[in-house]
Structure formats: structure tokens, C-alpha cells
């Protein structure tokens, strides 16, 4: 017997992409699905605290919360905004295919050079640490909101430019002339992946969601998201991890840096693929050791100020 899979989303445009995206490809396996926009968490009354549920995430508490109330049965979220710990009861169902993992630069004309002086917007900690790491004399505004919004505040203001990530600009269609493909920014873990959650209990939604896991983007992003979560960094720590794999091979390069970009520890490794389980955990323990233990310190001691 078919059942109506209820998929639960933020209300932007790049959210509402990624749901449907994940709707179609169900609606192809015989599956009903229905996309239902989640928009505020104050009407979404639970009998327990959220922090005894272990839920956290400031992009995915709102979906969690719908899960746990049976509003919704699956969710879909841009992997690199989701906790390294998920929420008691809810578990990963899919993980997509990813798309591109590298940040770009938008500016409004051909870049100057970026020796000189200059101002860049993001409200990413990891872009901003690893771009004063490099280009120690500009400056950077803070820039939040969805994709659309951060787009027209870099038009509305005298920004040189604005970071984003590719996949997100990609997925919607909103890519712009100008951009430059920032190759030596370490993107974030799980970067141009989505992520499918499920219900532990709910083995229908589960079962569906099987076919559409894409086994590389898995191992790869579960590596990254084991480095973070071993450095014990949330989604908004300077941290950066990225996981490639070439025929047998797993590549790896990770890296932690100080709010203000002057301190960095990185750790590059290369292994054959039946050799990556614990990668992720032996990278940050290698990190940790190279500095990155007081870096880390640093930060989270500069953050809880």
C-alpha cells in the first residue's frame, strides 16, 4: 500500500528547490509525495524540551520539531547545515548525489586585484577566516539571509563582492556573470550535498528513500562530517573539510583557522578507499595536534563571549 510521504521544508527558493527535487525523483520510483513549507517554529507545540530530543540546528529545528510532531515524515536540508548529531529519534534516509562543492566570489564587475584593498560580504565564519587568512588587509561585512536576499544586498551595496557557494546558485538559476571560482577556499563539510532525514521508525519513508542514496557523495561527506564533529565543531565554526574520490583512491583535506584568519592548521591525506573507514577522526586528531587543539580553544572561547 502506497502512502502519502509528507516532505518538510524551509519556505526559500533554494529549500523548496531541493524538496521537490527529492519529490520528483519519489513520484519516479511510485511513490505520493507532497511538498509541505514549514514556515515557524512558534506554533509547533512539543510535550518535551527540544534540548532532551537533542535538537539544535538553527536551519533544522523547525523541520525536526514537524517530524517529532508527525506534521511531516521526511525532511530535506542542505547538508552542511545540519548538526553532526542528529536529533534523538531521526536519522539519515538519503544522501543525494552532490553537486558543485566550490565557493565563488560574486562581484559586480571584472575583480580588481586583490592585494589592494578591499570589502567582501559573508556571514560564513569559514569563509571569512579563510579569507583574511589570505588577504589579511580587506575587509568583511557581515551578509545573512536566503541566497535571493543575500544576492540583492550585494547589489544594493558598495561591496566589492559577496561569497557563496556554487551548488546553491547553481540549483536555482541565479549564477551571475561575474564570479570567480574561489579553488583555494576548503568548502564546508557536506558541501553541494543534500540530506534526507527520516523517522527511525517510520520504515516506508526509509525504504523509499533508499534508492535515491548516492553511495560516493556518502562516503565522502560522512569522512568530513566525522572530521567536524571529532574537532568538535558546530556548523559555524572556521572549519573546512573536503573528500574526493578518484577510481580507488579517497583524497582528503581539512583545515580549522582562527576567527580573525591569522592562525591555520590543514592535514592533506590520500588512501585507498577500503582503507577510509575513520579517516575523518584521524585527520582532526592530526589537526589537533598541529595546533589546531588552541585554535580551537580560541574559537570557542572568542564565540561564547
Not at 517554529?41 to 523541520?63: A, C, M, N, Q, S
Not at 529519534?89 to 580588481?112: M, S
Not at 547589489?155 to 546553491?168: E, L, Y
Not at 574520490?245 to 592533506?268: M, N, P, R
Request: glycine share 8%; with cysteine; aromatic share 4%.
Amino acid at each position: 500500500m502506497n502512502k502519502l510521504i509528507k516532505i518538510g521544508t524551509r519556505d526559500s527558493e533554494l529549500a523548496l528547490w531541493q524538496a521537490n527535487h527529492v519529490k520528483d525523483l519519489l513520484i519516479r520510483n511510485g511513490h505520493e509525495a507532497t511538498i509541505v513549507p514549514v514556515k515557524s517554529d512558534g506554533d509547533l507545540v512539543l510535550d518535551k524540551p527540544l534540548h532532551e530530543l537533542g535538537i539544535t540546528g538553527i536551519f533544522t529545528k523547525t523541520l525536526d520539531v514537524a517530524m517529532h510532531n508527525g506534521s511531516i515524515d521526511i525532511a530535506v536540508h542542505s547538508m552542511k547545515d545540519v548538526p553532526t548529531q542528529l536529533p534523538s529519534g531521526i536519522v539519515k534516509a538519503a544522501v543525494l548525489e552532490r553537486a558543485n562543492t566550490k565557493d565563488l566570489l560574486i562581484h559586480k564587475e571584472k575583480p580588481q586585484e586583490f592585494g589592494k584593498k578591499a570589502t567582501i560580504a559573508t556571514g560564513s565564519l569559514r569563509r571569512k577566516a579563510q579569507w583574511l587568512n589570505r588577504y589579511p588587509k580587506h575587509t568583511i561585512e557581515d551578509l545573512r539571509g536566503n541566497v535571493n536576499t543575500r544576492l540583492q544586498k550585494l547589489k544594493d551595496n558598495a561591496w566589492d563582492g559577496a561569497v557563496f557557494a556554487a551548488a546553491g546558485l547553481e540549483r536555482i538559476n541565479l549564477k551571475p556573470k561575474h564570479y570567480t571560482e574561489l579553488d583555494w577556499m576548503i568548502p564546508a563539510p557536506a558541501q553541494g550535498a543534500m540530506l534526507v532525514v527520516a523517522m527511525e521508525n517510520d520504515n516506508y519513508s526509509r525504504k523509499a528513500l533508499e534508492k535515491l542514496s548516492h553511495y560516493e557523495t556518502d562516503i565522502c561527506t560522512s569522512i568530513e562530517r566525522d572530521f567536524l564533529r571529532t574537532l568538535e565543531g558546530g556548523c559555524t565554526a572556521p572549519i573546512g573539510a573536503l573528500a574526493t574520490i578518484d577510481i580507488d583512491y579517497i583524497s582528503f583535506l581539512g583545515g580549522v583557522f582562527s576567527l580573525d584568519g591569522k592562525q591555520k592548521a590543514t592535514v592533506e591525506k590520500r588512501v585507498l578507499i577500503e582503507h577510509c573507514e575513520g579517516l575523518g577522526a584521524l585527520c582532526a586528531k592530526e589537526i589537533l595536534s598541529l595546533g589546531g587543539e588552541e585554535i580551537m580553544k580560541k574559537i570557542k572561547k572568542e564565540l561564547s563571549v
